[in-house]
């Protein structure tokens, strides 16, 4: 019998071995495949989408208006903030905040009215006691938010008032016309004394007109805060308050007598100032007020199709987590056990070779850790709806790299660790090095140079970036994660080989 | 396990006329060293061990023999000296000088959630035996140790005699020629003691070498060669009887007279050939115990005497003392030698 042949029986003797001694452990095995599944479920369905309420008092001093703008406030936060009630007591609800009985306490100051007519910004203050920095992160991009639909609900309700005062100019504007068209007949008829009456009229009705459209400009001054009706007034108002300028220059002139070589022109180029203002009103008064107040809304798409919500996010991940602290917890438990029960000083003496012993365990925990894994994947997909969009080839090579690189973590720190405790520590280390630093939590970017490499030694980063990648991007990633897990799977099989010769030679 | 029992007598393959015998000894050990930071383990060890023969390694707990069975068997590298398996140091082996080699760990070094036949299985795979020997190998082997009809049962489940014996079939089934037993009996009761040195004479029946370790100084009777270790040194190493005479100095006679014996009577009996020494026994002072060079003639010795005294002689007879015995005397002459 060749050599090549008693290699194959050597390292197929673990393959049977390992699998048996699992299965005969009924325990182990719901612990193996319900355990990871039942925490995954838990996760995914204990998990919420939306941000948890917040318990939140809002204190507005007496002021009216004060109090009317923290309704609207309570109305816009309804989703985030779960607001308990409006009140003028301060100190109340500060201790409140203090005893742990709410979360968030908004306060508008006393003065708010008053302050903002002395051109200064009332300052909502949010006073807060979390400690999180991500939920305080989150509170202060809320603050934030919050004043910027305050100010969106005041600004809507001037233009809404300004929309009106231009309803009122329209009626002037059709006055106007008929005080226009009868210069025109007075002027056709030869009739300077009617000529003149009705230039008055027009005078008087282009002055009025002015009048009513200096209201709007003034309303919108407020929306804008822009003194010198420049660039900050929505363009359809700008152009109004242009043509009415150009409007008034020309019905003077026309007064003064100024225009008398072609008058049928002049009141052709005034004709045409009436309708580009009826057109520029048109124009401000059908604008809805949302659009006027925030020309631009903020949206996010994806390039790709679909859309994960937070479970679907985490659990790829979770899962490769979980497979890989089985992997490495078995395969370590695996080789000290049997530093403890005495088999390894009998492999020292029999024919075995490391690459031998190597290969078969690593062959047993590819089939249970690929069989755990695609059980699991399929309750993701089917109990949790994880989408799954990429190659089902490219999952399963992505598994069997991570279960590889899984694996030879695993020998490395059984032949480190000495007791079966000390390889339980270890593998404890390693899940909690992997639940910080390979992208499970935080992205891999948030930490800093030279820290950030350490999560190019764990599996699971590998892992999270292809099963997040192949299940939600339906693609892999990078080439780099690929080339990155090979390498690692390399080291660190190296490694075991390396010091699982030197456990199994002569000592 | 007994010979007679179920199973059959002796499973294994009988390799006494399979192999020529070699030149020299199957092991030599030469100022065979081992030490561990500042304790000497093994502290220049000398023992050669002939084929087709039983050695014991007695010694109390902590005397070296395990790790001079694992400088044997190459699991360990000496730290001086030297020793060589077939000819070659075992710590250099490739698989197949290692396929010669049986070892039984002091711990069994088997899975308790493996059956019987699935840890026997696993250990032929790691030996490399063929899918086509391994039914008959584990058949013979299981049969060998009596275990055929527990073969399904687990590990874990079975007593402590029977992993031993679980164990010892594991060291038989890929037919090494020299077998390296790490207290085989320790923690079994001394029926099974008994049988398993009854497999250990039929295993060297068929032509193997046997090194065992043991301590249980009265199992030294069943071996060839007895070596005693105590403190990682090399006390004696000498056959059974051997080793008794190495104990006291000669032989023991024990004669038993009705009367009292005079100090003259002992006095001439002390003279006589081929008497060293006479000792009165405190608890019965009718019988005294002689030293002689030789047993046999001793006890003719001591007739006449009796006769030439007039005295009458109930019994005379050769005492062999204990292997308990002879081990604490072999130990005081040795300690009291330096």
């Known amino acids: ?507 | 396990m007994n010979g007679t029992g179920r199973g059959r007598p002796l499973a294994v393959t009988n390799r006494a006329d399979e192999r020529p015998p070699t030149d020299g000894p199957v092991v030599h050990a030469s100022e065979l060293t081992k030490v561990y930071g500042e304790q000497r383990a093994v502290d220049g060890l000398d023992l050669d061990i002939t084929r087709g023969s039983i050695v014991g390694l007695v010694g109390p707990s902590g005397s070296g023999k395990t790790t001079t069975v694992r400088m044997m068997t190459g699991a360990q590298r000496p730290t001086s000296g030297k020793v060589t398996v077939f000819g070659q140091p075992p710590a250099e082996f490739g698989p197949r000088e290692r396929a010669r080699l049986g070892y039984m760990p002091q711990l069994n070094a088997l899975y308790p959630n493996l059956s019987i036949a699935e840890n026997l299985k696993f250990v032929a795979s790691i030996y490399g035996v063929a899918l086509r020997h391994r039914r008959s190998r584990l058949r013979d082997a299981l049969s060998f140790v009596d275990l055929t009809e527990h073969r399904r049962k687990l590990l874990r489940d079975s007593s402590g005699g029977m992993q031993r014996r679980v164990a010892l079939a594991a060291t038989l089934l890929h037919e090494p020629d020299l077998l390296f037993l790490d207290e085989p009996t320790a923690g079994i009761d001394p029926v099974l003691r008994r049988k398993f040195w009854e497999r250990f004479a039929e295993l060297k029946r068929s032509g193997r070498t046997l090194c065992v370790t043991t301590q249980y100084v009265g199992e030294a009777a069943y071996c060839d060669v007895v070596a005693v270790l105590a403190e990682g040194q090399l006390v004696a190493a000498d056959t059974p009887d051997g080793l008794r005479r190495t104990a006291f100095g000669g032989e023991l006679v024990d004669v038993v007279v009705t009367d009292p014996v005079d100090p003259g009577a002992l006095q001439r009996l002390r003279r006589r050939e081929p008497v060293l020494d006479v000792e009165q026994l405190e608890v019965d002072a009718h019988t005294l115990r002689l030293l002689v060079t030789a047993a046999e003639a001793g006890m003719t010795a001591a007739r006449q005497w009796a006769d030439s005294e007039g005295l009458a002689v109930e019994a005379v007879r050769q005492h062999v003392p204990s292997f308990d015995d002879v081990f604490v005397a072999v130990l005081e002459r040795w300690r009291t030698d330096g």
């Open chain 1, 1 to 507: 019998m060749g050599d090549a042949i008693r290699t194959v029986i050597r390292s197929s003797s673990f393959v049977r071995k390992e699998l048996v001694e699992i299965v005969r452990q009924p325990r182990l095995v719901l612990t193996l495949v319900l355990g990871p599944f039942l925490i995954l479920l838990a996760f995914g369905a204990g998990l919420r989408d939306e941000d948890p309420p917040v318990r939140t008092v809002i204190v507005t001093g007496s002021d009216p208006q004060v109090v009317e703008v923290a309704e609207r406030y309570r109305e816009t936060q309804r989703r985030r903030l779960d607001i308990d009630e409006i009140t003028s007591d301060r100190q109340r609800a500060l201790e409140r905040l203090r005893a742990g009985e709410l979360d968030v306490v908004v306060s508008f100051p006393d003065d708010a009215t008053e302050t903002i007519r002395s051109g200064e910004q009332a300052v909502v203050t949010l006073f807060h006691n979390f400690v999180d920095p991500i939920e305080i992160k989150a509170i202060e991009l809320s603050a934030e938010q919050a004043a910027n639909r305050i100010n969106e609900e005041v600004s809507r309700g001037l233009v809404v008032r300004g929309q009106r005062v231009a309803g009122d100019v329209t009626d002037r504007l059709a006055s106007t016309r008929r005080s226009l068209t009868a210069l025109e007949a007075a002027l056709g008829a030869g009739d300077p004394e009617a000529a003149e009456l009705e230039l008055t009229r027009l005078q008087r009705d282009v002055g009025a007109l002015a009048l009513g459209l200096g209201a709007t400009d003034a309303v919108v001054e407020n929306i804008t805060g822009d003194g010198d009706g420049g660039d900050g007034r929505p363009g359809a108002q700008a152009a109004v308050l242009g043509t009415v300028a150009g409007l008034t220059a020309r019905v003077d002139a026309l007064s003064r007598g100024e225009v008398t070589a072609a008058p049928a022109a002049a009141l052709a180029a005034i004709e045409s100032d009436l309708n580009a203002l009826a057109a520029g009103l048109e124009e401000f008064g059908g604008l809805p007020p949302e659009v006027i107040v925030s020309p631009f809304q903020g949206e996010a798409r994806r390039i790709t199709e679909g859309r994960a919500n937070l479970s679907a996010f985490y659990a790829p991940a979770a899962l490769v987590l979980l497979v890989q602290h089985m992997i490495v917890t078995f395969i370590s438990l695996s080789l000290v056990r049997e530093e403890e029960l005495g088999t390894t000083e009998l492999f020292r003496v029999a024919p075995l070779r490391g690459g031998e012993l190597l290969v078969g365990k690593s062959l047993a925990y590819l089939l249970l850790g690929g069989l755990v894994t695609a059980l699991l994947t399929a309750l993701l997909i089917i109990g949790l709806g994880v989408p799954m969009r990429g190659s089902w080839v490219v999952l399963g090579l992505s598994t069997v790299g991570v279960l590889l690189a899984a694996i030879a973590l695993g020998f490395v720190i059984a032949l480190v660790a000495r007791t079966d405790s000390q390889a339980v520590q270890y593998a404890m280390l390693v899940l909690l090095a992997s639940i910080f630093f390979s992208g499970f939590i935080l992205g891999l970017d948030r930490f800093v140079a030279p820290l950030d490499r350490l999560a190019y030694l764990l599996p699971t980063t590998y892992g999270i970036a292809l099963f997040r990648g192949t299940m939600l991007r339906g693609e892999p990633g990078a080439p780099v994660i690929v080339a990155g897990l090979i390498v690692l799977i390399a080291l660190l099989g190296g490694a075991s080989w390396v010091l699982l010769r030197r456990r199994l030679g002569s000592q």
